[in-house]
Each structure stands twice: as C-alpha cells, then as structure tokens.
C-alpha cells in the first residue's frame, strides 16, 4: 500500500522565481491538505483540497495557491518567491469521512536563495 | 482559535525508563488529538489519535497518551524508552469548529532524546 508521496525531494530557488510542488495521496484518499514546516517550528496549515476545490485556507498570502487533479494528486503552487518562503512543505492525505486523521508524506524542502 | 503547546523544547531520559512528553490544549468544542514523530529531514509519522472513547490511547510503537479533560491536557508516555526513540515529537489538535477541512494545528515540538 503506497504512502503519500511527494517529489521534487530537494529544490533550490532564487527570489522573485515560481515553484511547483507535486503530492500523490495514500491509495485511498481523496483529501488533500498542504503545511509549510519552516526550521525550528511545528507545521503550519495552508490550505485542503477535495473534489478539486479549495475548501479551506490558513493564513498564507495569494501566492500560495494549489490544484486538485481528478485522481486526487495535487500541487502547491508559490509565486514571487521570498527568503522566508524557505521551508519544509509537506502534504497530507485522509479520507472524507475521516479528515482529521491524516497521513503526511516526507515533504519538500525548499532553499529560496 | 485553536492552539497547543508544548511546553519543553527538550526531553531528556535515559534507556529503559519512563518517558512522557506533556502537551496542553485549546480548542473550542470537542477536540481529535494528535502525536506525530519526526525523524531527521523525514516527514511526520503519526503515533497514536484521540477521537472520543477510553481517555488512555495507545499507539504506535509501544506508546500510549492519556486525554484529560478538565486539565486540557494530551500527554505522550512509554513506560520504557528506547534509544531509537529519540526524535521530533509533535501534539496535534483539530476539532469540529476549525470547519469540515479539520485542519491541523501543531505545537512547537519536543525533541525527545533517550540516552544510552
């Protein structure tokens, strides 16, 4: 049974660019959740995403934005990218039944240099 | 609003003895509690959950966490550490008032190291 995944593992920006993030949920799942982990702290919400909306956001700027695809995967999407976009980023998958159960994948870590 | 804390950025315990790492909450309504562990440059792993039911849950790996009401409390215990035990150690809470997506809210973290 695959867990969640996401690619790239390790990408290296500089400012004012744009990134794409990429997550596969857990066989299963139909719910996606994205959180920004910077250094030294615990994991913070950006935004969920089932049935290929937007259902809910954390307090993150416009430049944050995502997709839901039919077969669930997903993508975090930052423009203009700043210092302190350098982080963590990490995907969670769960069940619409059960959302507040998720399943985290390793992450991407993100160098905005 | 919902919040945890963590209260100690560091716990120290040596091999073969208890260890909880403690963790307080605030949340409106009735609260889904969470542990995750975190390895190094590793994503979280989740422990154990608290839904509803019998206030001690346990999880993952030989660790339990005991729900207490009244004193708002979620706290991780194993009653003998091991030295692959030492990581990054996240409570987690959600509740029916952050909206459907039941978004989690972390503490700060411990980090948990068993020594030898």
């Known amino acids: 049974d695959a867990g969640v995944t996401q690619s790239p593992t390790h990408l290296i920006k500089t400012r004012g660019q744009q990134v794409t993030l990429r997550c596969s949920p857990k066989?299963?799942?139909?719910?996606v959740s994205w959180y920004q982990q910077a250094l030294g702290q615990g994991p913070q919400f950006i935004f969920q995403y089932y049935e290929e909306e937007e259902r809910q956001r954390g307090n993150f700027p416009d430049r944050f934005s995502g997709h839901q695809f039919p077969n669930y995967s997903s993508e975090l999407n930052v423009n203009a990218l700043l210092l302190g976009d350098s982080a963590l980023y990490l995907c969670?998958?769960?069940?619409?039944?059960?959302?507040?159960?998720?399943?985290f994948g390793p992450g991407t870590r993100l160098l905005v240099l | 609003a919902q919040s945890v804390a963590q209260p100690e950025d560091q716990v120290n315990v040596a091999e073969g003895n208890p260890l909880t790492v403690k963790c307080t909450y605030s949340?409106?309504?009735?609260?889904?509690l969470f542990w995750y562990v975190q390895y190094p440059n590793r994503g979280l792993q989740f422990l154990l959950k608290y839904i509803t039911g019998d206030n001690l849950v346990k999880g993952s790996y030989g660790f339990e966490a005991e729900f207490n009401k009244s004193q708002t409390s979620f706290h991780l215990k194993k009653p003998s550490a091991l030295v692959s035990d030492s990581a990054l150690y996240f409570c987690?809470?959600?509740?029916?008032?952050?909206?459907?997506?039941?978004?989690?809210?972390f503490g700060s973290g411990t980090q948990l190291t068993v020594l030898p």
């Open positions: 949340v409106s309504g009735n609260p889904y």
């Open positions: 066989s299963g799942h139909d719910t």
């Open positions: 987690a809470v959600s509740a029916l008032s952050s909206g459907s997506a039941r978004q989690l809210t």
């Open positions: 969670a998958s769960s069940l619409a039944g059960q959302r507040e159960t998720q399943y």
